[in-house]
C-alpha cells in the first residue's frame, strides 16, 4: 500500500469535508428554520415593543419615561446593580481562585452552591428572605426591634437580586482559570513577586476577558430581575419598584403605552449588553 493511500485526512481537511458534504438544499433549510425561529421569537417581539412604545407620538414615550416613578425605578435599577455586581465579582475572583488553585476539604460543595441559584426558581429565592427577614421571619422580632428593615425595602432588594446573580462571574472564571492552570502565578512567586502583585500583573491580565464577561451577564440579570425582587419588594411606588417591577405596575393599570415606554428602556440595556457581549468575545478571540 502506498504512502500516499496510508495517509488518513487530516483534521483539517476533514473538517473542511464534513462543511461542504451537506446539499445546498439541507443548508439553506437549516437557516431558513433558524432564521424564521428567530424571526417569530427575538425580533418580532422586539420590534412590538417599540412600535407600542411609540404609538402615540414622541412626546408621549418621553413623557412616560420621565414620570417620577419611572425615573425612582431607573435610580433603584442602578442603585441595585452597583452594589450588587462588584460584591458577585468579589466572590467570582475568590471562589474562582480558590477551587482553580487549590485542593481543600469542600470544594465540590461550594461549586454546588455556587450553582444553586440555576435550579432555584426566583420566586422560591424571595420567599426565602422573606422567612428568614420578615416581620414575622426567623430574624423579625429582632429587626424590628432594632428598627432595621429588610423586606419590601433596598437591602432585601439588594439581597434577593445577589442570590439570584451569584453564579455568572463565578462560573465565568472558574472553567478559564482551571484551564490556565497555576504554573505562571508558581513562576512569579519564585521571582519574588507578592501574592497581590501576582494577581495584578499574572492572574488578572490572564482572565480580564472572562471577568468582563461576567461583569456583563451578571449586570444584565441584574437588571431584568423580576421574580425575586417582586416578593421582597412590596411594590411601594417611588420606592422599592425596580424598572421590571414599573412595567408590570403600568400594565396592570393598562396603561399599555407607558409600560411598553419602561419596557423599551430595558431592551435597549439588553441590547447594550448584547453589544457589549459581542465586544468581549470578538476581543477574547471567540470568534
Known amino acids: 500500500m502506498s504512502g500516499y493511500e496510508n495517509r488518513g485526512p487530516g483534521p483539517e481537511r476533514s473538517g473542511k469535508s464534513s462543511a461542504i458534504s451537506e446539499p445546498p438544499y439541507i443548508r439553506g433549510l437549516l437557516l431558513a428554520v433558524a432564521l424564521t425561529f428567530m424571526g417569530i421569537f427575538l425580533i418580532m417581539p422586539l420590534t412590538a415593543i417599540f412600535l407600542q412604545a411609540f404609538e402615540k407620538g414622541i412626546m408621549a414615550y418621553v413623557t412616560a419615561i420621565s414620570e417620577s416613578e419611572t425615573l425612582a425605578a431607573v435610580r433603584l435599577t442602578l442603585l441595585t446593580a452597583a452594589i450588587v455586581v462588584p460584591l458577585n465579582v468579589l466572590f467570582g475572583v475568590c471562589a474562582a481562585w480558590a477551587i482553580a488553585k ?3 476539604f469542600g470544594k465540590n460543595v461550594l461549586i454546588t452552591f455556587i ?6 426558581s426566583p420566586v422560591i429565592a424571595g420567599l426565602i428572605f422573606v422567612i428568614i427577614f420578615g ?3 426567623l430574624m423579625g ?3 424590628s426591634s432594632h428598627n432595621i428593615r429588610i423586606i419590601f425595602a433596598v437591602p432585601g432588594i439588594v439581597l434577593a437580586t445577589i442570590f ?3 453564579p455568572f462571574v463565578a462560573r465565568e472564571l472558574i472553567p478559564l482559570m482551571q484551564e490556565q492552570g497555576s504554573e505562571e502565578e508558581e513562576a512569579a512567586l519564585v521571582l519574588g513577586a507578592g501574592g497581590w502583585k501576582t494577581f495584578f500583573k499574572v492572574t488578572l491580565p490572564n482572565i480580564k476577558w472572562g471577568l468582563m464577561y461576567g461583569v456583563i451577564l451578571c449586570s444584565a440579570r441584574t437588571i431584568g430581575e423580576f421574580g425575586a425582587v417582586s416578593v421582597v419588594s412590596g411594590h411601594i411606588r417611588g420606592k422599592t419598584l425596580t424598572l421590571p417591577l414599573q412595567v408590570e405596575i403600568l400594565y ?5 403605552s407607558a409600560a411598553f415606554a419602561v ?5 435597549l ?11 468581549i468575545e470578538w476581543k477574547s478571540g471567540c470568534y
Open 102 to 104: 487549590f485542593q481543600f
Open 115 to 120: 450553582d444553586l441559584p440555576f435550579a432555584v
Open 135 to 137: 416581620l414575622h421571619g
Open 141 to 143: 422580632p429582632w429587626l
Open 164 to 166: 439570584i446573580t451569584v
Open 252 to 256: 396592570n393599570e393598562y396603561n399599555f
Open 263 to 267: 419596557a423599551s428602556l430595558l431592551t
Open 269 to 279: 440595556m439588553a441590547l447594550a449588553a448584547l453589544a457589549a457581549k459581542n465586544f
